[in-house]
């Protein structure tokens, strides 16, 4: 409902219009009357006012000042000016402001009332426009999300072939939103369900919660950028807020702290079991990818514990950390998971025997046959959860616990 406000300093005449709007359309107008413009200033004090009709000339203060004073504090009030005077000086004064009308009363008070519903039609109109605006930064904020989400999984797959140089790398965080600093290291958090959610509950609502909790807790005293990557664990790039008071042992035992608390929050808030794993020392961001891999291995080595555990990984050494075939396997289930999403699925099979045929190699170590495993597990996992498999695979939580399959 939009307010008007009928100022005019002669009583009959806004008594008049004020039981006119007020019978014909009560449900779409509050309205209110004044018989001076002071009187009306105070009307505006008071409350919002959509619709001014008044008449340009009365006493003490004209409508034209009166109109000057309304849109220093309401700028989108509309004012219809209504006069007995046909004098063009302020029908040209009233058509130099905005959002302004001009009418005579001679027209009666059909055309006034015609005036009026156009105005709340023209108000309507805004009102849509602002709402289209709304939804269009809203638009673009989740598009700006999104690339920012993007920008850091190509970051954990392959770090070496996102940075270019150390100015233009700060230059793309700026620009995503993200408030990591380049010239410093980083440390590296990921976690993953021990628990899937309730059935009816939506992941992707699920996962951003997770984030939203992790990030809330650490950001007292780190900078952090999260992430839901491609397996559906989430991951968390963080730096130290005070560089020269946070040492590197003070930091981990905050992180260690923080992540039961996380722990703790997601099972109470969200029913769901996590396990973190966080790397002990910081890493360059060109070793980002092989820090990300190392976390996942430490993971994948621990599943099926069904444990809300905090796994700190104690090695400074990544030069071996992940050997280049680790990296490939990465590389390989990224491209079959690209396979599944547009339907090729003879390349996806392809790829499949080759890993699965590498699992019966006598020479592959312990390591690395878990590694393919837990990675095909995980794509298929996911796949079955996103395409909305469950019912037609009742059993695929098996697939994560590698003790539970039997040939």
């Known amino acids: 409902m939009y307010r008007l406000l009928i100022v005019d300093d002669e009583e009959i005449i806004t008594d008049s219009l004020y039981e006119t709007f007020a019978r014909h359309i009560p449900d779409q107008l509050d309205v209110c009357k004044a018989y001076s413009a ?28 009166l109109t000057e004073r309304i849109q220093a504090s309401w700028p989108n009030c509309r004012v219809i000016f209504l006069t007995g005077h046909s004098d063009f000086d302020y029908a040209y004064q009233a058509f130099q402001m905005a959002n302004v009308r001009y009418l005579l009363k001679t027209e009666g008070y059909d055309k006034v009332m015609s005036v009026v519903e156009d105005v709340m039609e023209e108000i309507r109109r805004s009102h849509s426009m602002v709402e289209l605006l709304e939804h269009s930064h809203k638009v673009n904020s989740q598009l700006a999300l999104i690339q920012q989400k993007e920008y850091l999984r190509k970051l954990l797959q392959d770090c070496t072939a996102v940075i270019d140089s150390t100015m233009d ?11 990591l600093q380049i010239n410093s290291p980083v440390y590296l958090i990921l976690g993953r369900f021990n628990n899937l959610p309730e059935k009816g509950s939506d992941l992707t609502q ?22 839901t990557d491609h397996y559906g664990d989430t991951i968390w790039l963080l730096q130290p807020k005070q560089q020269e008071e946070m040492t590197n042992d003070k930091l981990v035992r905050f992180l260690e702290g923080t992540l039961e608390l996380v722990q703790e929050a997601c099972m109470v808030s969200l029913g769901v079991s996590i396990a973190f794993s966080l790397s002990s020392r910081s890493c360059n961001w060109s070793e980002l990818t092989k820090q990300y891999e190392r976390l996942r291995l430490l993971q994948w080595m621990k599943i099926g514990d069904g444990v809300s555990m905090v796994l700190t990984d104690h090695r400074n050494d990544l030069s071996s950390d992940v050997p280049k075939e680790s990296m490939r396997i990465s590389n390989r289930i990224e491209i079959m998971s690209g396979y599944l999403e547009t339907g090729r699925i003879q390349p996806f099979y392809d790829i499949f025997e080759e890993l699965a045929g590498e699992l ?15 990675n095909l597990a995980l794509l298929l996992h996911s796949t079955i959860n996103r395409w909305g498999l469950q019912q037609k695979i009742p059993d695929q939580r098996s697939l994560l616990h590698l003790g539970s399959i039997h040939a």
């Open 360 to 374: 019966l190699q006598q020479e592959i170590t312990m390591e690395r046959a878990m590694e393919t495993y837990y």
């Open 206 to 227: 699920v996962q951003e919660s997770v984030r939203i909790i992790g990030s809330s807790l650490m950001n007292e005293r780190t900078v952090c950028a999260s992430v």
């Open 169 to 179: 790398m700060q230059d793309e965080l700026s620009k995503r939103d993200i408030r």
């Open 38 to 65: 002071t009187e009306a200033l105070s009307w505006m004090q008071r409350s919002r006012i959509d619709i001014v009709l008044t008449d340009i000339r009365m006493p003490g203060m004209s409508g034209l000042e």
